[in-house]
């Protein structure tokens, strides 16, 4: 069992930064691809990012890349995900989560654990 903790959302304004971080309970953090997700008023939960156990392998949604890189540190058990060029359309509650069983996953359905959000707010 695997318990994920969200912090460091907020009110920006366009063009701003934020860093997210998510902290995980349990010994074995170091064993879960973990990921990043995001809901919007209205909208299906989405894949923002991935990151697998070793951080060698990198997903991110197109909407994102280029902007957003998730990383994570295994000795303190938690992960980030730091948000350049913030937009208005990047307002959502986020949510990490962690996959158990694949090297790195960018669906819903493959993420076993999951956070309880934090809400980021971009201003135009």
């Known amino acids: 069992q695997v318990q994920l903790v969200e912090s460091g959302g907020g009110l920006v304004q366009a063009g701003d930064s934020l860093r997210l971080s998510c902290a995980a309970s349990?010994?074995?953090?170091?064993?879960?691809?973990m990921g990043w997700f995001r809901q919007a008023p209205g909208n299906e939960r989405e894949f923002v990012a991935a990151?697998?156990?070793?951080?060698?392998?990198?997903y991110y949604a197109d909407s994102v890349k280029g902007r957003f890189t998730i990383s994570r540190d295994n000795a303190k058990n938690t992960v980030y995900l730091q948000m350049n060029s913030l937009k208005p359309e990047d307002t959502a509650i986020y949510y990490c989560?962690?996959?158990?069983?694949?090297?790195?996953?960018?669906?819903?359905?493959?993420?076993?654990?999951w956070g309880q959000g934090t809400q980021v707010t971009v201003s135009s």
């Open positions: 990151i697998s156990w070793s951080s060698g392998i990198r």
């Open positions: 989560a962690a996959d158990r069983t694949n090297p790195t996953g960018t669906t819903i359905s493959e993420y076993d654990y």
């Open positions: 349990g010994r074995t953090f170091r064993a879960y691809a």
